[in-house]
């Protein structure tokens, strides 16, 4: 059985955050992740309510590179 300092139950943007947020104070520490994601934790871009509304992509804020 493994040990870490850290376990973060969850996984997607959320479980990115937190890791980010301890390796900010602790680049050293063990991080244990349990997760049913099938893919590690990433940073999503936040959705635009103008997407929902019809606004056009370049006025929503979300630009993406190609």
């Known amino acids: 059985m493994s040990n870490y300092r850290y ?5 997607g943007m959320t479980a990115y955050a937190a890791i980010c947020g301890i390796r900010s104070v602790d680049s050293e520490g063990t991080i244990g992740l349990i997760s049913a994601e099938f893919h590690p934790p990433y940073k999503r871009p936040p959705l635009s309510k103008g997407l929902w509304k ?3 992509m370049e006025k929503s804020g979300i630009r993406y590179k190609s």
Do not use: H, S, T, V
């Not at 376990?7 to 996984?11: A, Q």
């Open 7 to 11: 376990l973060i139950i969850g996984g």
């Open 54 to 56: 019809g606004k056009p």
